[in-house]
């Protein structure tokens, strides 16, 4: 890339030895225009390019289709497409579906978030120490992460089987009643958010080892020399180390939990009697079983808001790179 | 390497790690023996319950589909048999599936890292106009849930005749934010006298991004690849809405369609399970240490 711009000046903030941008870095520069070689190096869109286009077409595009869809009737059989203003957002408030659908999402995001994390960094703290058979504890606790939903659900759902499945058989061995693991309007969302967890809490373990892993061993033997015993390093050293990645975590898994559809749908496809559908299941019924992708559109965009809360707190850390 | 060095060098790591696991354990939990046991104790409880459910369908997909559909037993009376994955691979379209998801995750990883390294190649090493419009957008798009979009997507295949084919399946999984800032965030890193040199010596940018950049940064791809390919293998969704014709179906969408149609047929069930969950699982074992690596760095989103 030879091609001289010497006409052409790069707006200030763009500047690569910006310091706020690159620290430290401030590349060669030519003697002839006083700019970097990267500065003249034009090339950068070319590279984006694919990228934006993929991302224009099939993120930002239905985004926008979909946004005009919400204030729209159409269907999925190809009739209406008139303009009919706020009508499906007055709809979707006055829906009770959408807040018991909205409900079932927060509760199960509720349920299954706080287990995730803590089983998550038991699982940690045990493994981190060292104890012998390392491979085998990261196989079974990360493996069913490994699993597709569809998996998952046959096994659970062979598990939770009515009288002949394993945990029926445990309970009558134990002379108590069965249970309707998947039948029982009590007990369905446990049951879920149960499986859920012994499904992906595998990932948050990763997260947390490697976390664990990075902590500077010379504060142990630190702290070893000034005679504090096991219990004291866990809770004045290892648990404070963990408060920021905890965050991200805790984050990240209510973004997941809130996005739940695969197993409910699989497990219990939302039953007993609804009591356990998701928003995610009432959007995909609307639109594709009962034709309504006006309606549909609406609902995701009520949904999207309050994801939307917990995206923005999930981007606040890495503002700064931008 | 000779495979006896290459043996000889795997022992000397293992003994090397058994040597700081030891170190670490004294480290952490102390010398106290009832902590260690009481540790190792729970340890093997949790993975003990970690793999009971897999542990159960294995042995129920061994099972004469009768015997399954008795009350549980670990021993079956009737003895092992294979007859449920004759069944299953002879009379479903499994391996159909397993292919097509094979081939879909393989195309959703190689696109996926491919333009998202070059675009973040492009923000982090070079300058162009709209840059920092473009990263803006970027970021705030990672905000984007995919799964809301499904209903304006599905609308948008129609028209564009892209249902029911690999690519209605394929490229809208592509798109990958997330990915190109942790990508960016590793090229950042580079220094820019290295690339400077090359420019100096006349490599065009292609050169520069094919033979310098992307060498240099192996471990994060191969760490961002494990992380998408393992996501669109698993993804249930968006190839649930976009595919109708089982010759199109991946994986975990043919399976949940399967379910219905054996009704109580226990064991066949189990054992299509347990084909499914073979090659992931098979990968994993070969591959743990760089999958186990991958998941860690890529897992935070960049964070």
Redesign the interface.
Known sequence: ??VSNAGVT?PP??A?SDPKR?PG????RTAATGK????R????????A???V??G???????L??LW?SFTN?S?TGTGSEFIGFANYAEAFSDPQVWQTLWHTVWFTVLSTIPLVVVAL??AL??????????????????????????V????S??F?P????LD??F?ALGLQPVGWLTDENVAMFSIAAVTV?WTVG?NF??Y??ALQGIP?QQ??AA?IDGA??WR??FSI?LPQLRT?TG?IVV?QL?ASL?V??QIY?LTAGGPNGSTRPI?EY??DT??TNYR?GY??AI??V??AL??VF??V??L???K?? | MSVAELVADRRTRAQQ?RA??????K????P?PW??VA??A??VV??AL??L??A??AV?SFKHEAEA????SWWPTMGWTLDAYQQVLSNSDLLIWMWNSLVVAGLVTLLTV???A??A???S????????L??????A????????????????MQVMGLVDTFAGIV??Q??A?VM??IL??FF?AI???L???A??D?A??WRL?WTIVLPLSRSILVAVAIFVF?GA??N??WPF?VTTDPQFMT???G??TV?NAYGVQ?AQ??A??MI??LP??IV??LF?RRI?QG???T?????
């Open positions: 890339m030879t790069a903030g763009r690569p690159s870095r401030s590349g060669t970097s070689l990267r500065e190096d034009k090339s950068g869109y070319l590279f984006v694919p990228f934006a993929a991302t077409l099939f993120l930002l595009l239905p985004t289709y979909g869809m159409q999925l038991v699982m045990l493994v981190h120490t060292g104890l012998p058979g390392q491979w085998v504890w990261r196989m079974s606790f990360f493996a069913p992460y490994l699993l597709t939903s569809a998996v659900s046959a096994l659970s062979w598990l089987q009288d002949i499945g394993l058989t445990w009558a012994w990932f990763l997260l080892l490697a061993q142990y033997e070893t015993g096991g390093r866990l290892t990645i991200v990240l973004l996005k559809f695969d699989l995610l959007v995909y639109g594709f992708l549909a559109s995701s965009y949904f999207f994801i939307l995206a923005l999930r981007l850390p890495s503002r790179e931008a | 790690e700081e696991n030891r170190a670490l354990t480290l952490t939990i102390g106290s902590v260690r540790s190792l729970a340890l949790l993975a970690w793999l459910p897999v159960w369908g129920t559909a008795l009350p549980a491919l333009i998202s070059m675009a190649f492009a923000f090493q070079t300058v162009f106009k709209g840059r920092s473009l990263q803006w957008l970027t970021i798009s990672i905000m984007m849930p995919g799964q809301i979009l499904i209903v304006p997507l599905f609308r948008q490229l809208p592509i798109v934010p190109v800032f960016k965030r950042d220094p820019s006298e690339l400077d040199a420019r100096i006349g065009g940018t991004f393992i293998w698993n249930f969704l809405i994986l975990p969408v399976l949940s379910k226990y069930n189990m299509s399970a499914a969950a992931l699982l994993f074992m743990q186990v998941v860690a760095t897992g935070m989103g960049g964070q």
